[in-house]
């Protein structure tokens, strides 16, 4: 079944950049916080949106923002991301159906931070999830801000939730660390050619089909 496909995934001690014991707790332990179906630790909060994005975009795919952000992600999306053929459009969070106006057909998802750091908005995050939606496309947000002791955005329709655990998670400013909660609801083959990554053959592992093997965890796999 997917569900044991889910957590065979996340039992296995592959190679200890992509898996080990220590990560492994503390990956179980903020998917639980964030009511997801699994997470992935990463180096930095810079590391985890990019990789979240990197998964589904690929050179001439774009993606829709809101314009709220913090000073790294405002950089990597306007600059860093289009270097690499995937660009990013902004909008406004206060006009969603502004925002909806830029979506187009190799639009892959939709960020947003639930409360925009350091601006202290607070994001429409079910509207603009009934956005993404719509449009067959995932939404992505950053809860660094909040953290999941305050809002589960999974619980308000984001598939994909984001976090710098440098900040708020981690408490003391001591460690760098980000993290990716995959929370298992986005059903990635309803439209496979939007996704291919997901859904053809993954050559670098020996033709692995993620949606296929992994099931619901096929992101986060």
């Known amino acids: 079944s997917s569900s044991s496909a889910a957590s065979d995934v996340y039992k296995r001690q592959i190679y200890t950049r992509i898996m080990n014991p220590t990560s492994d707790v503390l990956e179980k332990r903020v998917a639980a916080m964030e009511g997801g179906i699994g997470a992935l630790a990463l180096a930095s909060g ?38 690499f053929g ?10 969603i159906p502004s925002l909806e106006k830029l979506i187009d057909k190799k639009t892959k998802a939709i960020f947003c931070e639930s409360i925009g750091n350091p601006a202290a908005n607070v994001v429409d995050v079910p509207e603009i999830a ?21 809002f589960r955005p999974i619980e308000h329709g984001a598939d994909i939730v984001v976090h710098s655990l440098t900040k708020y998670m981690g408490g003391h400013g001591t460690t760098i660390g980000g993290i990716i909660v995959d929370s298992g609801k986005f059903d990635w083959t309803k439209q496979p050619n939007k996704f291919p990554m997901l859904n053809e053959p993954d050559p670098s592992y020996h033709g692995i089909i993620y949606t296929k093997t992994f099931g619901k965890a096929a992101f986060i796999s």
């Open 46 to 83: 810079s590391a985890a949106t990019t990789y979240a994005i990197m998964t589904i975009c690929e050179a001439g795919d774009n993606i829709v923002s809101t314009s709220t952000l913090y000073g790294g992600t405002y950089t990597l999306f306007a600059h860093q991301l289009p270097r």
């Open 86 to 95: 995937v660009d990013v459009k902004f909008g406004d969070h206060d006009d």
């Open 130 to 150: 009934k956005i993404a939606h719509k449009h067959n496309i995932p939404l992505i947000v950053d809860n660094t801000v909040p953290s999941p002791y305050l």
